[in-house]
């Protein structure tokens, strides 16, 4: 079955650079256009990032551009999140998510929580 | 930019209930909307896509309907199953709506 597991996350000091990933399995991983999704503590949804299923093209959040960057690796079935200048208000849960082919986000991982904090 | 404004904030119902869920576009949205649940601690699900196709798996009981800037989420009958906080999403902007909270009386 499709599976999306995100790591990377923890307690991290203001301006530091954590890389998430999400590993995918169940799934041919190099035929969808992956995304990542936040939530800060209490708050709804908020769209970060998207990578094309190639990793030819990419998109970001005005929130986040410039800071963040979205890659992908097919060969290991994995995605990343290079945060960089990372400020309070990044603290989140940061969940992967597939694309569908009817455009919803069909799948999602557990997420990992980001506390930006000194 | 777009924005998606979706009303009420938090809703209470009783099993067996009717519950509309309004998601409103600043500017058209064509059909291009999808919605999802969430429950504490866990990622979105998926529910319905291009407005109105339901997932598979998800129960018949949730419905969508809509077009342009107004779209609804209704749930026929509402189950205890039920409770959780809803998002409404369009898909070329990846935006979604604030959520709505459904809490079971």
């Known amino acids: 079955q499709v599976q999306l597991v995100e790591s990377g996350g923890g307690l991290v000091q203001p301006g530091r650079s954590p890389r998430l990933s999400c590993a995918a399995s169940?799934?041919?991983?190099?035929?969808?256009?992956m995304h990542w999704v936040r939530q800060a503590p209490g708050k709804g949804l908020e769209w970060v990032a998207v990578?094309?299923?190639?990793?030819?093209?990419?998109d970001y959040a005005d929130s986040v551009k410039g800071r963040f960057t979205i890659s992908r690796d097919n060969s290991k079935r994995t995605m990343y999140l290079q945060m960089n200048s990372l400020r309070a208000e990044d603290t989140a849960v940061y969940y992967c998510?597939?694309?569908?082919?009817?455009?919803?986000?069909?799948?999602w991982g557990q997420g990992t929580l980001v506390t930006v904090s000194s | 930019d777009i924005q998606l404004t979706q009303s009420p904030s938090t809703l209470s119902a009783s099993v067996g209930d009717r519950v509309t869920i309004t998601c409103r576009a600043s500017?058209?949205?064509?059909?291009?909307l999808a919605w999802y649940q969430q429950k504490p601690g866990k990622g979105p699900k998926l529910l319905i896509s291009?407005?109105?196709t339901l997932e598979s798996g998800v129960p018949s009981r949730f419905s969508g309907s809509g077009s342009g800037t107004e779209f609804t989420l209704t749930i026929r009958s509402l189950q205890p199953d039920d409770s959780a906080t809803y998002y409404c999403?369009?898909?070329?902007?990846?935006?979604f709506g604030g959520g709505t909270k459904v809490e079971i009386k």
């Open positions: 291009d407005t109105s």
């Open positions: 169940g799934f041919t991983f190099s035929a969808y256009a």
């Open positions: 500017q058209s949205v064509i059909t291009w």
């Open positions: 998510a597939r694309l569908g082919e009817k455009r919803g986000f069909d799948y």
């Open positions: 999403q369009h898909y070329n902007s990846y935006l």
């Open positions: 990578v094309a299923y190639d990793g030819s093209n990419k």
